[in-house]
């Protein structure tokens, strides 16, 4: 296990380059990479030959900031797209190189054979996620990573617009796609300071991942050294990848929560993989809450809207409405894209409202585990009653309906009326689409008999 086979070595020296932080860095070591394979494959020197760098419009890097920045001028997004899949065809062509050589293919043969789950929980800040992440973190036979692609974001400087963020959408997936195939140690690129040995003090929340708390992941606690994320439970000794990527091959399934990955598109080479089967359950919420708690929790971010809307001071600058416009539409288009249930995505895509979860957690826990094909153990039954409140009445049936939805409208009392306005001006068409209905004034946002939720049962699980 300690040998790292030849392709994700050769994977990550790409994404090394990355790491240097220069803007167009990536583009760069795209096609320093085209040109070496160059040689070798011709349809890729047919790719790259339309991909002269000097056919790549300027304007690529200057997306427009209202969309997710996919959407760019002029086809350079075709360019995109063909740089996106000269990438994937030089993979392929590694893996083919790789196997010449008698390299083995990693872990695809130690992967059993029975129907082993590939779940992403898809979602964005304050929507809940950590909390239904919990819903996987609880079973035993679930390997479930917390936010691993935190690392990435941290390292690898993106901007979230333009070009960027294309590039930051295939460094995320690809990373997402070795995790999923439990390849743990190309995370190690990405977390500062270098593990030595395989060995590390600072994996991002590990402690909110049982399965990096458990034995044998845990070893045993050797000396008092500063962790910056340790276990909760118990004291364990620093996190050694390699064991921690056995654990994930020795379970049944994976499971990792994501805030990161905003389109869905983009998920494709994942679905598509043989190695995995994919489940997506993109996670969404009213974006009037979402704004209400991302204000709490990030209050210094907020300041101007807050000002602006109790003091009347100056106006929230345009470019921080335009990103709240740029967060749910792109929210919104993945939501349309696996709604429509292209044939890639059939059957492998699930929508969830957080209200839906808040207002009935079992039931719902219940939907995604079927959708996924994963049975629910007691455990993760019994950890969703303690932890929701829910009580048992005589008839058996499990209901938090009114504890949860005090708990889920509560910012309906804490967000000016004005900010909701704004909300709803700029993600008017998200809300539409997930049933999240506008208050028109103050007196129908603060009353608790008008409910702001259209009820869509069934509608979600495709
Ligand atoms: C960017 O979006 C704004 C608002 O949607 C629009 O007015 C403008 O024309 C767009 N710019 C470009 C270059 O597409
Ligand atoms: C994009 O296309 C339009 C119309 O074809 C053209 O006027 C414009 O100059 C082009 N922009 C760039 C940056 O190529
Ligand atoms: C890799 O090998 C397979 C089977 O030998 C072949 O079908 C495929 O085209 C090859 N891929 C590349 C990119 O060369
Ligand atoms: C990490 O775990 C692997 C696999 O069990 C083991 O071979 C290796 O010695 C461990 N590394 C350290 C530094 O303990
Ligand atoms: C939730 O319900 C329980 C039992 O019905 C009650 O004791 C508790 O006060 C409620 N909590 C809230 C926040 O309403
Ligand atoms: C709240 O809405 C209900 C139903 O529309 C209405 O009957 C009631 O008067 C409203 N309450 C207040 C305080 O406005």
Known sequence: MDKIPNLPMDFRDILRTVRMKAKYALFVGFVVVLVIIEKENKIISKVSDKLNLKQIPQNIFEANSTENGVYLENGSLMSLNELDSAFSQFRNKLVNVTLQYGGKQPFFEDLPKGPRRHVLLMATTRTGSSFVGEFFNQQDNIFYLFEPLWHIERTVSFESVGANAVG???????????????????????????????????????????????????????????????CKSRRCGPLNMTLAMEACLNKDHVAVKAVRIRQLEYLRTLVEDPRLDMRIIQLVRDPRAVLASRMVAFSGKYESWKKWALEGAAPIPEEEVQKLKGNCESIRMSAELGLKQPEWLRGRYMLMRYEDIARSPLQKAKEMYRFAGISVTPQVEQWIIKNTQASQDNNGIYSTQKNSSEQFEKWRFSIPFKLAQVVQDVCKPAMKLFGYKLANDLETLTNRSISLLEERVNFWVT
């Open 168 to 230: 930051s959408a295939i460094v995320y997936r690809d990373v997402l796609q070795q995790l999923f195939l439990c390849d743990l140690h190309i995370l190690e690129s990405f977390i500062s300071p270098p593990p030595e040995n395989h060995l590390t003090r600072f994996m991002f929340r590990r402690g909110s991942s049982r399965s990096l708390c458990e034995d044998p992941v845990c070893t045993p606690f050797v000396k008092k050294a500063f962790e910056r994320y340790h």
